[in-house]
Structure formats: C-alpha cells, structure tokens
C-alpha cells in the first residue's frame, strides 16, 4: 500500500515511466515524504507485516519502493496508463483509503492529501482537441 501511494500517483501526475521518475533526486524525496506518511498511518491501523521494526518501516518500504521501481523501470504505472486512456484511477483506493484513515486517526497526511486532489482534477481535465499543441 505505502509503496502504490508513493509511486503510482506521482508517475501519473508527470506521464513518465517508473525509471525516469527515479531518476530526480527531487522525486525521490517526493516519495520518500509520501511513504513517510503512509507508514505513519499504517503503523497506527497495525497493518505493517509482522517482523517490521517500527522505527524503521518507512525507510524500509521506501527502499523497497526504489527497488520496485528500478525492476520495472521501462513500465508505466497502471496510474499512469489509465491517466492517458481516460479511465478512472485507482487513487481513491491507495491514497484516498490512507487519507480517509489519516482523517480518523487525527494523523497529518497533507502530501497524499495533495496527490488525491491532483489526480482528481488531472483526471477530470480533457486534453484539447485542436492541433495547437500537437
């Protein structure tokens, strides 16, 4: 879960493939501040694998998150992909869940907050149908 909500929306949001999303040191921390949150509320709703040491699960998922990223660094995120047929995203289901629990726990979660808001209103934008920018 933390590791989709750090990748998928981002990769999305910018039209880029998992390698080249990587590859910004600016994009890293991006994601790194993304699965911080995530593991915050994670940890709370105890659903972090058993055998995890609490203090270092955001650091672990996120080098779990470069790796899958690394291994699949030619692939489009399913987010992405649906982004550019024009079907709905999964965003309510990965980051839009952890929000909602965020929201009860009183747990701060500003950046997967934003991400929600800027997959909706991407979503909701249709490309222009004119030649202007082609």
């Given amino acids: 879960m933390a590791m989709a909500c750090g990748l998928l929306p981002l990769?999305?949001?910018?039209?880029?493939?998992?390698?080249?999303?990587?590859?910004?040191t600016t994009s890293r921390d991006t994601m790194a501040?993304?699965?911080?949150?995530?593991?915050?509320?994670l940890i709370e709703l105890d659903m972090v694998r058993s055998g995890f040491d609490k203090s270092n699960v955001s650091q672990r998922l996120f080098e779990g998150l470069l790796e899958r990223a690394e291994s699949t660094s030619t692939h489009f995120s399913s987010m992405s992909r649906d982004i550019r047929i024009g079907r709905k995203t999964e965003i309510e289901y990965f980051n839009g869940f952890l929000v909602?629990?965020?929201?009860?726990?009183?747990?701060?979660?500003?950046?997967?907050?934003?991400?929600?808001?800027?997959?909706?209103?991407?979503?909701?934008?249709?490309?222009?149908?004119?030649s202007f920018y082609s």
């Fill in 11 to 24: 990769t999305a949001l910018y039209g880029v493939t998992n390698g080249q999303f990587i590859k910004s």
């Fill in 33 to 41: 501040s993304v699965v911080k949150e995530a593991s915050n509320v």
């Fill in 100 to 130: 909602r629990q965020a929201k009860e726990l009183k747990i701060p979660t500003p950046i997967n907050s934003t991400l929600c808001n800027l997959l909706k209103i991407k979503t909701d934008m249709k490309p222009p149908t004119d």
